[in-house]
């Protein structure tokens, strides 16, 4: 982050504007830092510190024209600039690249572990009652977990306690045929 510190002079034109007594400015001026280091914490930028530092400097600069035209509370001004900052902040935060696709024949090792591992530790009921549970996307898969539920006769909170037990005794058999292939 560029240190452009405002001039004297404009620094102190700056506490001026916040508050005619120099003590009373000084303490503004505090508060007003403090704050903004919040506000860029509290939305996750990365050095806030310097963030505030920054928006006091873009406020000094513009400061004879904040003296001449802006009426009303100056912190109100500094937080303005503040969420513009972090506007830009957040817009040069690159989203992490996703991972590479895996290839065909890794899904298809993956779908031969999971196969391999229901055969062997679920009954064909619990076979189907799995992979029907995690079928469908949003509300049509409210609607075949409902289904599923009212076919077993039992309760959606029911149901989701037997395939999470399903998924338990899936979950050991998976990682080790997975851990086999990579290996």
Excluded at 62 to 71: A, G, N, T, V, W
Excluded at 114 to 136: I, N, P
Aim: with cysteine.
């Amino acid at each position: 982050m560029s240190k452009d510190f405002p001039s004297k002079e404009a620094f102190e034109k700056l506490l001026r504007w916040l508050h005619p007594d120099r003590d009373q400015a000084g303490e503004k001026y505090e508060k007003i830092r403090l704050r903004l280091i919040r506000i860029f914490a509290c939305r996750s930028c990365p050095d806030p510190e310097d963030l505030a530092d920054k928006t006091i400097n873009v406020v000094a600069s513009r400061i004879d024209e904040l003296i001449e035209k802006y009426k009303g509370d100056p912190a109100l001004y500094f937080y303005g600039v503040a969420k513009k900052i972090c506007l830009e902040v957040s817009k040069k935060k690159a989203l992490p690249e996703p991972p590479p696709p895996p290839d065909v024949s890794q899904i298809e090792q993956r779908c031969s572990c999971l196969e391999q591992c229901m055969e062997k530790h679920l009954d064909k009921t619990e076979r189907d009652v799995v992979l029907r549970y995690q079928e469908k996307t949003k509300q049509e898969k409210i609607r075949v977990r409902k289904q599923i539920a009212s076919e077993l006769g039992i309760s959606i909170n029911a149901l989701r306690i037997r395939v999470f037990h399903m998924h338990a005794r899936l979950r050991p058999c998976i990682e080790q045929c997975l851990r086999l292939i990579e290996s």
